[in-house]
Nanobody, 127 residues
Framework: QVQLVESGGGLVQAGGSLRLSCAASGRTISTYVMGWFRQAPGKERELVGYNSWRGDSTTYADFVKGRSTISRDNAKNTVFLQMSSLKPEDTAVYYC????????????????????WGQGTQVTVSS
């Protein structure tokens, strides 16, 4: 199985930036779709973005386009989420997720498509 551990969360002022990391173990992530999701209290888990290795493509939710970047370092078996221009409404627990890449891009926006999840890291944006 794939184990995922997020890090890099914390308290950030509005307008600031941070970089979240997701370290994977057990399997190499080079052939996996890696997704980032977030969940605020009382809200549904929602997509931030995902990177598809097979399609060499990265997709972002509309609310983070232009201020978020997903990247990966296969040598370190790690995926990153760089976020800038943070807003109080970005406050949530952020999760890393992974699934084998079979080219079914139509499902990667949904949490149900992912088989492996990290424990989450809290991001709090102050006004």
């Amino acid at each position: 199985q794939v184990q995922l551990v997020e890090s890099g969360g914390g308290l950030v002022q509005a307008g600031g930036s941070l970089r979240l990391s997701c370290a994977a173990s057990g399997r190499t992530i080079s052939t996996y779709v890696m997704g980032w999701f977030r969940q605020a209290p009382g809200k549904e888990r929602e997509l931030v973005g995902y990177n598809s290795w097979r399609g060499d493509s990265t997709t972002y939710a509309d609310f983070v386009k232009g201020r978020s970047t997903i990247s990966r370092d296969n040598a370190k078996n790690t995926v990153f989420l760089q976020m800038s221009s943070l807003k109080p409404e970005d406050t949530a627990v952020y999760y890393c997720a992974a699934t084998l890449d079979y080219g079914n891009s139509g499902r990667y926006h949904a949490p149900q498509a992912y088989d492996y999840w990290g424990q989450g890291t809290q991001v709090t944006v102050s006004s």
